[in-house]
């Protein structure tokens, strides 16, 4: 083992931690799912009925080896989330990512597969369906599974979305069949706390990880002294303008900036060193969406000494 090590570090040329093969075990599962668990929107008193606000729906969801037990899609979030967005994947530059999917769709016995952005793959790990071309990745029956081969490269550092891109993919992408992947560079520090902000309509709600309305979407949570991280992605056909209150961030051009668009299928990390506690909002800035439910509230607390 050691003699293993020691190779691995002379032909990194650094002693550097060598890249790894990260396995996740995703499966579609039926749920039923509440755009409005507290059924009303708290800002303008407004109540909704459950006739308007549950219905059935599949998502992604992760499983410890060999689909054995669920675990939590997103471990570190500090949100009040899971289930939609599906499990966050994580990896660092040079790693291989193994993602076994499996299908156990039996509410509409239909076929699903995983398309991811960002990674490298080969054509056979797309998971897009192509009439007389795709394979079994593209379309994978219920009871089965099929296994993605990804790599992360340098070009794949940041937030990108996955989702389902089989025959299904219209009613399974509007039912929250959707994730994001998290590359980091090969050293680069991971944050203390990362936040996943999907923007997506359902139905006659604009919503956040396909929740509406304050006291319904992510409750974030951080400690002053703390990194966080936005993970901002959009699904759908619209466009989007993320924004957080009291906080700025560095954009792409080096300008400060507190409002930024993500369109469908787009995506975008940004990060600060918390500094501001109190009780914040974050939302979008598109009015009509913000009514229709897509904002939420972000909380810092003071680190106690
Ligand atoms: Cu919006």
């Given at each position: 083992m050691l003699v293993c090590v020691l190779g691995l570090m002379l032909l990194s040329g650094a002693g550097v931690a060598s890249a790894s093969v990260r396995n996740y075990w995703v499966a579609a599962v039926p749920v039923t799912w509440n755009v409005v668990p507290n059924g009303h929107d708290a800002m303008t008193g407004t109540n909704y009925s459950t006739t308007d606000t549950v219905f059935p729906t599949i998502v992604y969801r992760r499983y410890t080896a060999h689909w054995r037990r669920v675990l939590p899609n997103?471990?570190?979030?500090?949100?009040?989330?899971?289930?939609?967005?599906?499990p966050l994947i994580q990896a660092r530059v040079g790693d291989t990512i193994l993602v076994h999917f499996l299908n156990r769709?039996?509410?509409?016995?239909r076929v699903h597969s995983m398309h991811f952005h960002g990674v490298h793959y080969a054509p056979s790990s797309d998971g897009a369906y192509i009439p007389?071309?795709?394979?079994r990745g593209a379309s994978v029956k219920p009871g089965q599974s099929f296994t993605y081969r990804l790599r992360a490269g340098s070009d794949s550092v940041g937030v990108w979305p996955y989702h389902d891109h089989s025959q299904s993919m219209e009613d399974s992408i509007a039912g929250g069949m959707y994730g994001m992947l998290s590359i980091l560079g090969r050293h680069e520090r991971a944050p203390d706390r990362e936040f996943e902000v999907v923007f997506a309509p359902q139905g006659q709600f604009q919503t956040i990880d396909d929740r509406a309305f304050v006291g319904n979407t992510p409750v974030f949570t951080a400690f002053t002294g703390q990194t966080v991280q936005w993970d901002v992605m959009a699904m759908g056909s619209e466009h989007h303008t993320f924004h957080v209150h009291g906080h700025r961030w560095i954009g792409a051009d080096g300008v400060p900036r507190d409002t930024q668009t993500v369109g469908p299928a787009e995506s975008f990390a940004i990060r600060w060193r918390e500094q501001d506690p109190g009780t914040w909002l974050y939302h979008c800035h598109v009015e009509t969406h913000m009514m229709a439910g897509m904002i939420g509230i972000y909380q810092v607390k003071r680190r106690r000494s």
């Open positions: 997103q471990p570190s979030a500090g949100g009040n989330q899971n289930l939609i967005p599906g769709d039996r509410l509409y016995d007389g071309f795709s394979g």
